[in-house]
Protein backbone atom coordinates (compact mmCIF):
# COMPACT_ATOMS: atom_id res chain seq x y z
CA UNK A 1 0.00 0.00 0.00
CA UNK A 2 0.77 3.41 -0.62
CA UNK A 3 1.08 6.19 2.03
CA UNK A 4 1.59 9.59 1.03
CA UNK A 5 2.90 11.57 3.97
CA UNK A 6 1.72 14.83 2.97
CA UNK A 7 -1.24 17.27 0.24
CA UNK A 8 1.59 17.46 -2.48
CA UNK A 9 2.50 13.63 -2.17
CA UNK A 10 -0.87 13.18 -2.60
CA UNK A 11 -1.25 14.94 -5.40
CA UNK A 12 1.14 13.76 -6.85
CA UNK A 13 0.01 9.83 -6.48
CA UNK A 14 -3.49 10.91 -7.42
CA UNK A 15 -1.72 11.88 -11.04
CA UNK A 16 0.18 8.47 -11.62
CA UNK A 17 -2.90 6.96 -10.45
CA UNK A 18 -5.07 8.61 -13.30
CA UNK A 19 -2.06 7.87 -16.15
CA UNK A 20 -1.96 4.32 -14.94
CA UNK A 21 -5.86 4.01 -14.93
CA UNK A 22 -4.88 4.38 -19.38
CA UNK A 23 -3.69 0.26 -19.14
CA UNK A 24 -7.46 -0.31 -18.29
CA UNK A 25 -8.51 -0.28 -22.27
CA UNK A 26 -8.81 -3.27 -23.57
CA UNK A 27 -5.84 -5.33 -25.07
CA UNK A 28 -7.92 -5.45 -28.28
CA UNK A 29 -8.50 -2.12 -28.89
CA UNK A 30 -4.80 -0.92 -28.21
CA UNK A 31 -3.94 -3.83 -31.25
CA UNK A 32 -6.74 -2.41 -33.33
CA UNK A 33 -4.79 -1.31 -37.13
CA UNK A 34 -6.09 1.94 -38.26
CA UNK A 35 -8.01 1.64 -41.45
CA UNK A 36 -8.32 4.17 -44.49
CA UNK A 37 -12.33 3.46 -45.78
CA UNK A 38 -14.63 4.55 -47.81
CA UNK A 39 -18.36 4.35 -49.81
CA UNK A 40 -19.05 2.75 -53.09
CA UNK A 41 -19.54 5.84 -55.32
CA UNK A 42 -22.53 4.98 -56.99
CA UNK A 43 -22.69 5.74 -61.05
CA UNK A 44 -26.27 6.07 -63.32
CA UNK A 45 -23.81 7.05 -66.35
CA UNK A 46 -21.48 5.01 -67.76
CA UNK A 47 -17.92 5.93 -67.87
CA UNK A 48 -16.42 7.08 -71.14
CA UNK A 49 -13.00 5.36 -71.86
CA UNK A 50 -10.33 6.95 -74.55
CA UNK A 51 -7.31 4.67 -76.06
CA UNK A 52 -4.79 6.41 -78.21
CA UNK A 53 -4.35 4.69 -81.64
CA UNK A 54 -2.91 4.95 -85.20
CA UNK A 55 -5.23 5.66 -88.30
CA UNK A 56 -4.36 2.58 -90.34
CA UNK A 57 -5.13 2.27 -94.51
CA UNK A 58 -7.34 -0.97 -95.38
CA UNK A 59 -5.23 -0.92 -98.60
CA UNK A 60 -1.51 -0.86 -98.94
CA UNK A 61 0.72 -2.16 -101.98
CA UNK A 62 4.05 -1.95 -103.02
CA UNK A 63 4.27 -1.34 -107.11
CA UNK A 64 6.54 -2.74 -109.30
CA UNK A 65 6.91 -2.98 -112.95
CA UNK A 66 5.55 -5.45 -114.40
CA UNK A 67 7.50 -5.39 -117.48
CA UNK A 68 11.73 -4.64 -116.96
CA UNK A 69 12.84 -1.00 -118.63
CA UNK A 70 14.30 2.56 -118.12
CA UNK A 71 12.24 5.11 -116.49
CA UNK A 72 11.52 7.92 -118.69
CA UNK A 73 8.30 9.37 -116.04
CA UNK A 74 8.58 9.64 -111.93
CA UNK A 75 6.39 12.51 -111.50
CA UNK A 76 4.76 11.17 -108.49
CA UNK A 77 7.07 11.96 -105.43
CA UNK A 78 6.02 11.31 -101.86
CA UNK A 79 2.31 12.54 -100.72
CA UNK A 80 1.10 12.56 -104.09
CA UNK A 81 -2.33 11.42 -104.54
CA UNK A 82 -4.47 9.43 -107.21
CA UNK A 83 -7.10 8.17 -108.10
CA UNK A 84 -7.70 4.50 -109.49
CA UNK A 85 -5.82 3.93 -112.71
CA UNK A 86 -3.99 7.19 -112.61
CA UNK A 87 -0.47 7.32 -114.01
CA UNK A 88 2.04 7.01 -111.26
CA UNK A 89 5.13 6.08 -113.20
CA UNK A 90 6.20 5.29 -116.75
CA UNK A 91 8.68 3.22 -118.85
CA UNK A 92 10.19 3.90 -121.91
CA UNK A 93 7.79 1.93 -124.38
CA UNK A 94 9.43 3.46 -127.64
CA UNK A 95 10.63 -0.24 -129.32
CA UNK A 96 6.87 -1.16 -127.90
CA UNK A 97 5.06 1.12 -129.47
CA UNK A 98 7.39 0.45 -132.73
CA UNK A 99 5.95 -3.45 -132.64
CA UNK A 100 2.64 -2.30 -131.64
CA UNK A 101 2.35 -0.57 -135.19
CA UNK A 102 4.05 -3.56 -136.78
CA UNK A 103 1.13 -5.96 -135.74
CA UNK A 104 -1.24 -3.16 -136.29
CA UNK A 105 -0.36 -3.53 -139.93
CA UNK A 106 0.07 -7.17 -139.76
CA UNK A 107 -3.47 -7.31 -138.70
CA UNK A 108 -4.20 -4.90 -141.56
CA UNK A 109 -2.33 -7.47 -144.06
CA UNK A 110 -4.48 -10.54 -142.60
CA UNK A 111 -7.69 -8.71 -142.72
CA UNK A 112 -7.29 -7.48 -146.55
CA UNK A 113 -5.88 -11.38 -147.48
CA UNK A 114 -9.85 -12.64 -145.56
CA UNK A 115 -11.41 -10.32 -147.88
CA UNK A 116 -9.19 -11.17 -151.07
CA UNK A 117 -10.24 -14.83 -149.98
CA UNK A 118 -13.81 -14.23 -149.19
CA UNK A 119 -14.63 -12.67 -152.56
CA UNK A 120 -12.84 -15.47 -154.97
CA UNK A 121 -14.98 -17.89 -152.78
CA UNK A 122 -18.35 -15.88 -153.49
CA UNK A 123 -17.40 -15.86 -157.42
CA UNK A 124 -17.18 -20.08 -157.37
CA UNK A 125 -20.02 -20.46 -155.26
CA UNK A 126 -22.17 -18.09 -157.39
CA UNK A 127 -20.83 -20.07 -160.41
CA UNK A 128 -21.99 -23.05 -159.39
CA UNK A 129 -20.71 -26.63 -159.66
CA UNK A 130 -21.91 -27.04 -162.91
CA UNK A 131 -19.46 -24.07 -164.28
CA UNK A 132 -16.96 -24.37 -161.64
CA UNK A 133 -14.56 -27.16 -161.05
CA UNK A 134 -15.64 -28.35 -157.25
CA UNK A 135 -12.05 -28.86 -156.30
CA UNK A 136 -11.36 -25.47 -156.75
CA UNK A 137 -14.44 -24.42 -154.95
CA UNK A 138 -13.36 -26.38 -151.82
CA UNK A 139 -9.26 -24.78 -152.31
CA UNK A 140 -11.02 -21.65 -152.16
CA UNK A 141 -13.12 -22.42 -148.96
CA UNK A 142 -9.70 -23.61 -147.12
CA UNK A 143 -8.52 -20.21 -148.15
CA UNK A 144 -10.68 -18.56 -146.72
CA UNK A 145 -11.11 -20.15 -143.31
CA UNK A 146 -7.05 -19.99 -143.10
CA UNK A 147 -7.33 -16.35 -143.88
CA UNK A 148 -10.23 -16.29 -141.04
CA UNK A 149 -7.58 -17.89 -138.45
CA UNK A 150 -4.61 -15.81 -139.68
CA UNK A 151 -6.90 -12.59 -138.77
CA UNK A 152 -8.09 -14.23 -135.47
CA UNK A 153 -3.88 -14.88 -134.91
CA UNK A 154 -2.95 -11.30 -135.97
CA UNK A 155 -5.47 -9.76 -133.35
CA UNK A 156 -4.30 -11.51 -130.84
CA UNK A 157 -0.98 -10.36 -131.37
CA UNK A 158 -2.17 -6.96 -131.46
CA UNK A 159 -4.14 -7.21 -128.27
CA UNK A 160 -0.73 -8.77 -126.38
CA UNK A 161 1.22 -6.17 -127.93
CA UNK A 162 -1.43 -3.51 -126.71
CA UNK A 163 -0.92 -5.15 -122.97
CA UNK A 164 2.75 -5.23 -123.03
CA UNK A 165 2.82 -1.18 -124.18
CA UNK A 166 0.37 -1.07 -121.14
CA UNK A 167 2.60 -2.64 -118.76
CA UNK A 168 5.67 0.06 -118.88
CA UNK A 169 3.44 2.10 -117.17
CA UNK A 170 2.97 1.75 -112.85
CA UNK A 171 -0.98 2.90 -112.08
CA UNK A 172 -2.82 3.29 -109.51
CA UNK A 173 -4.40 0.21 -108.16
CA UNK A 174 -7.10 2.42 -105.90
CA UNK A 175 -7.42 6.03 -104.58
CA UNK A 176 -4.60 6.92 -102.18
CA UNK A 177 -1.10 8.41 -101.86
CA UNK A 178 2.40 7.72 -102.23
CA UNK A 179 4.52 6.86 -99.29
CA UNK A 180 7.51 6.77 -100.90
CA UNK A 181 9.13 6.40 -104.02
CA UNK A 182 12.86 4.27 -104.94
CA UNK A 183 13.27 5.01 -108.51
CA UNK A 184 14.05 8.11 -110.78
CA UNK A 185 14.07 9.25 -114.39
CA UNK A 186 16.81 7.35 -116.20
CA UNK A 187 17.04 4.26 -113.73
CA UNK A 188 16.76 0.78 -115.09
CA UNK A 189 14.42 -1.14 -113.02
CA UNK A 190 13.60 -5.05 -112.81
CA UNK A 191 10.64 -6.66 -112.85
CA UNK A 192 9.24 -7.53 -109.14
CA UNK A 193 11.39 -5.08 -107.52
CA UNK A 194 9.00 -2.08 -105.56
CA UNK A 195 9.28 1.21 -106.82
CA UNK A 196 6.75 2.95 -105.05
CA UNK A 197 4.99 2.54 -101.52
CA UNK A 198 0.76 3.29 -102.03
CA UNK A 199 -1.62 3.60 -99.12
CA UNK A 200 -4.97 3.89 -99.65
CA UNK A 201 -7.13 6.83 -98.67
CA UNK A 202 -10.85 5.72 -99.37
CA UNK A 203 -11.19 3.02 -96.57
CA UNK A 204 -9.14 4.05 -92.93
CA UNK A 205 -8.97 2.49 -89.77
CA UNK A 206 -8.08 3.46 -86.80
CA UNK A 207 -5.45 0.66 -84.74
CA UNK A 208 -5.81 0.38 -81.17
CA UNK A 209 -3.66 -1.87 -77.98
CA UNK A 210 -6.20 -2.02 -75.73
CA UNK A 211 -5.29 -3.09 -71.80
CA UNK A 212 -7.13 -6.14 -70.56
CA UNK A 213 -8.95 -4.94 -67.62
CA UNK A 214 -10.57 -2.74 -70.28
CA UNK A 215 -11.79 -6.17 -72.69
CA UNK A 216 -15.36 -5.64 -70.85
CA UNK A 217 -15.44 -1.71 -72.31
CA UNK A 218 -14.60 -3.33 -76.21
CA UNK A 219 -17.00 -6.32 -75.45
CA UNK A 220 -20.17 -4.15 -74.56
CA UNK A 221 -19.70 -1.15 -76.86
CA UNK A 222 -20.04 -1.99 -80.79
CA UNK A 223 -19.35 1.80 -81.66
CA UNK A 224 -17.34 4.21 -80.81
CA UNK A 225 -15.94 7.76 -81.26
CA UNK A 226 -12.68 8.49 -82.91
CA UNK A 227 -11.16 12.14 -82.09
CA UNK A 228 -7.97 13.72 -83.80
CA UNK A 229 -5.63 15.57 -81.24
CA UNK A 230 -7.10 19.60 -81.83
CA UNK A 231 -10.20 18.73 -83.64
CA UNK A 232 -12.02 18.06 -80.01
CA UNK A 233 -15.42 19.13 -81.33
CA UNK A 234 -15.64 17.02 -84.95
CA UNK A 235 -15.70 12.94 -83.51
CA UNK A 236 -15.30 10.77 -86.39
CA UNK A 237 -17.88 8.03 -86.20
CA UNK A 238 -16.62 4.77 -85.73
CA UNK A 239 -17.49 1.16 -85.88
CA UNK A 240 -15.67 -1.91 -84.79
CA UNK A 241 -14.17 -4.04 -87.63
CA UNK A 242 -12.13 -6.49 -85.62
CA UNK A 243 -11.10 -7.68 -82.31
CA UNK A 244 -7.47 -9.97 -81.52
CA UNK A 245 -8.47 -13.17 -80.21
CA UNK A 246 -4.85 -12.80 -78.41
CA UNK A 247 -3.56 -11.03 -75.42
CA UNK A 248 -0.04 -9.51 -76.22
CA UNK A 249 2.11 -11.41 -73.51
CA UNK A 250 4.34 -8.37 -73.06
CA UNK A 251 2.69 -5.91 -72.87
CA UNK A 252 -0.91 -7.03 -71.67
CA UNK A 253 -2.94 -5.69 -73.99
CA UNK A 254 -5.35 -6.86 -77.64
CA UNK A 255 -6.04 -4.97 -80.76
CA UNK A 256 -8.84 -3.65 -81.67
CA UNK A 257 -9.51 -2.36 -85.25
CA UNK A 258 -12.21 0.34 -85.63
CA UNK A 259 -13.76 1.43 -89.67
CA UNK A 260 -13.83 4.74 -89.68
CA UNK A 261 -17.58 5.86 -91.16
CA UNK A 262 -16.89 9.01 -93.72
CA UNK A 263 -13.34 10.28 -92.36
CA UNK A 264 -13.23 13.97 -93.49
CA UNK A 265 -10.13 14.48 -96.47
CA UNK A 266 -7.90 15.68 -93.68
CA UNK A 267 -7.57 11.73 -92.43
CA UNK A 268 -4.39 10.49 -93.44
CA UNK A 269 -2.93 7.17 -92.47
CA UNK A 270 -0.15 7.37 -89.99
CA UNK A 271 -1.71 10.16 -87.69
CA UNK A 272 -2.60 9.74 -84.02
CA UNK A 273 -5.81 9.44 -82.64
CA UNK A 274 -7.86 8.61 -79.53
CA UNK A 275 -11.37 6.21 -79.91
CA UNK A 276 -13.66 7.08 -77.12
CA UNK A 277 -15.90 4.30 -76.12
CA UNK A 278 -19.26 4.04 -73.83
CA UNK A 279 -20.68 0.88 -72.56
CA UNK A 280 -23.75 -0.04 -72.48
CA UNK A 281 -25.66 0.86 -69.16
CA UNK A 282 -26.89 -1.86 -67.24
CA UNK A 283 -28.47 0.34 -64.45
CA UNK A 284 -27.02 1.94 -61.24
CA UNK A 285 -23.03 0.72 -60.74
CA UNK A 286 -20.81 0.49 -58.02
CA UNK A 287 -17.42 1.86 -58.34
CA UNK A 288 -14.52 1.44 -55.85
CA UNK A 289 -10.58 2.21 -55.39
CA UNK A 290 -8.73 -0.34 -57.15
CA UNK A 291 -6.51 -0.26 -53.96
CA UNK A 292 -9.36 -2.34 -52.28
CA UNK A 293 -9.39 -5.23 -54.28
CA UNK A 294 -7.30 -8.60 -53.07
CA UNK A 295 -7.09 -11.00 -55.47
CA UNK A 296 -6.48 -14.96 -54.15
CA UNK A 297 -4.25 -17.27 -56.42
CA UNK A 298 -6.97 -19.83 -55.88
CA UNK A 299 -9.21 -17.50 -58.63
CA UNK A 300 -11.23 -15.34 -55.54
CA UNK A 301 -11.41 -11.77 -55.70
CA UNK A 302 -12.46 -9.83 -52.65
CA UNK A 303 -12.52 -6.69 -50.74
CA UNK A 304 -13.16 -5.61 -46.82
CA UNK A 305 -15.55 -4.07 -45.35
CA UNK A 306 -15.93 -2.83 -41.73
CA UNK A 307 -19.62 -3.22 -39.52
CA UNK A 308 -20.02 -1.66 -36.33
CA UNK A 309 -21.54 -3.93 -33.45
CA UNK A 310 -21.86 -3.42 -30.00
CA UNK A 311 -19.43 -0.44 -29.81
CA UNK A 312 -16.37 -2.80 -31.85
CA UNK A 313 -15.91 -1.98 -35.02
CA UNK A 314 -14.72 -5.69 -37.08
CA UNK A 315 -13.47 -6.41 -40.30
CA UNK A 316 -15.33 -8.54 -42.54
CA UNK A 317 -14.10 -10.03 -46.29
CA UNK A 318 -16.40 -9.85 -48.98
CA UNK A 319 -16.28 -11.92 -52.49
CA UNK A 320 -16.61 -9.57 -55.39
CA UNK A 321 -17.61 -10.12 -58.72
CA UNK A 322 -15.45 -7.20 -60.99
CA UNK A 323 -16.75 -5.07 -63.84
CA UNK A 324 -14.65 -2.63 -66.10
CA UNK A 325 -11.45 -0.28 -65.18
CA UNK A 326 -11.99 3.20 -64.71
CA UNK A 327 -8.34 4.70 -63.98
CA UNK A 328 -7.88 4.10 -60.61
CA UNK A 329 -11.70 3.12 -60.08
CA UNK A 330 -12.93 -0.36 -61.16
CA UNK A 331 -16.94 -0.86 -60.91
CA UNK A 332 -18.13 -4.00 -58.96
CA UNK A 333 -21.19 -6.13 -60.09
CA UNK A 334 -22.11 -8.13 -56.93
CA UNK A 335 -20.83 -8.57 -53.15
CA UNK A 336 -21.18 -5.52 -51.37
CA UNK A 337 -23.73 -2.52 -50.75
CA UNK A 338 -23.91 0.79 -51.53
CA UNK A 339 -24.00 1.45 -47.72
CA UNK A 340 -21.45 -0.40 -46.69
CA UNK A 341 -17.83 1.24 -45.66
CA UNK A 342 -14.97 -0.86 -47.86
CA UNK A 343 -11.30 -0.88 -46.69
CA UNK A 344 -9.30 0.73 -48.87
CA UNK A 345 -5.44 1.20 -47.39
CA UNK A 346 -4.16 -1.27 -44.47
CA UNK A 347 -6.47 -4.42 -45.63
CA UNK A 348 -3.29 -6.60 -46.79
CA UNK A 349 -3.10 -8.26 -43.25
CA UNK A 350 -6.70 -7.99 -41.86
CA UNK A 351 -8.27 -11.28 -40.53
CA UNK A 352 -11.97 -11.91 -40.29
CA UNK A 353 -13.79 -10.32 -37.60
CA UNK A 354 -10.71 -8.11 -36.99
CA UNK A 355 -11.56 -4.85 -34.63
CA UNK A 356 -10.39 -2.01 -36.92
CA UNK A 357 -10.36 1.44 -36.02
CA UNK A 358 -11.38 3.56 -39.47
CA UNK A 359 -9.65 6.80 -40.39
CA UNK A 360 -9.71 8.58 -43.60
CA UNK A 361 -7.53 9.58 -46.36
CA UNK A 362 -5.78 11.63 -43.65
CA UNK A 363 -5.79 9.47 -41.37
CA UNK A 364 -8.21 11.40 -39.02
CA UNK A 365 -10.38 9.15 -37.01
CA UNK A 366 -13.50 8.36 -39.04
CA UNK A 367 -16.69 7.43 -37.12
CA UNK A 368 -19.05 5.54 -39.29
CA UNK A 369 -22.78 6.79 -39.87
Request: glycine fraction near 6%; charged fraction near 30%.
Given at each position: ?????????????????????????????????????????????????????????????????????????????????????????????????????????????????K????????????????????????????????????????????????????????????????????????????????V???VG??????????????????????????????R???????????????????????????????????????M?????F????????????????????????????????????????????????????????????????????????????????????????????
Amino acid sequence: MIVYKNRTLFRIGSVLAACLGLVSIPAQGLDAPPVVVEKPETNAEPAVFRFPGSITAKREAELSPRVAGLVSVADAETGFTAKKDDVLVRLDDTIARIELKERELALEAAEAEKANAERRLNEARQLGDANFPRTERETRETAFRLSEVAVQQAANALERQREIVERHQIIAPFDGVVVSKSAEVGEWVQTGNPVLQFVGTSELRLDLEVPQEQLDVVLQTQSASVYLSRREEQPIPARIEARSPKVNPQTRTFMVRLGLDSPPPYVKPGMSAEASFRPTIRGQQLVISRDAIIRYGDGRTVVWIVQTTGGETRAKMREVTLGSTRGNRIEVLSGIEENEYVVVRGNESLQEDQIVITTDASGNRKELE
